[in-house]
Each structure stands twice: as C-alpha cells, then as structure tokens.
C-alpha cells in the first residue's frame, strides 16, 4: 500500500503562483512514476505533469512553460510549482503513482 498526502493548494489571483507537494509513504520502494493531475468541474480528469523515477518529466502542452514537477527522493516528495496561473487552471489537483495510487486531491483556485 502507497499513501499519498497533497498539500499547498488555495485561492491565488491570475498571474501568482502556488506549490504543490506530494508526500507518498508507505511501500514506496516499487514507486517509478509519479505524478499530477487535475479535475475541473463538468470535465474530466486530466495529466498536468508526470515524473520518473530518473527525472524524465512530461507535461501537459497547456502548462508548459509554467508548471514544473520535481521530485524530493530523500524526503518521498513531488512538488509542482505552479507560475502564471490562468483561472482556466482552477481545479481539484491530484498525486498519483504507479499502480494506481492517487491522493486526496487539494482544490486550487485562481481568481481572475
């Protein structure tokens, strides 16, 4: 079993920044892949960002250039700075691993 605790959402007006983390514990020793996602209300989930375990990364094209994903392997963290948001960013925001493990999710809203 893999937990996954979010963290660092909130309300923030369009062009500010936020953080994101990921803290996963657990059986996190088989964990390649981590990453985050997102839900707007009436839409479906989406990947914003995704990271191995070696530092590659992914991103979705309308958060390239904006968000980057990193990934703490001393302190199980993945973090997702977030710059220039957009209100069209607003959403609930979820980690998720490898073998289908995803967090609670931590709503972030961006007024415009």
């Known amino acids: 079993q893999v937990q996954l605790v979010e963290s660092g959402g909130g309300l923030v007006q369009a062009g500010g920044s936020l953080r994101l983390s990921c803290a996963a514990s657990?059986?996190?020793?088989?964990?390649?892949?981590m990453g985050w996602y997102r839900q707007a209300p009436g839409k479906q989930r989406e990947l914003v960002a995704a990271i191995a375990r070696i530092g590659v990364t992914n991103y979705a094209e309308s958060v390239k250039g904006r968000f980057t994903i990193s990934r703490d392997k001393a302190k199980n963290t993945v973090y997702l700075q977030m710059n220039s948001l957009k209100p069209e960013d607003t959403a609930v925001y979820y980690c998720h691993s490898d073998y289908g493990y995803w967090g609670q999710g931590t709503q972030v809203t961006v007024s415009s």
């Open positions: 657990g059986s996190i020793f088989s964990i390649n892949g």
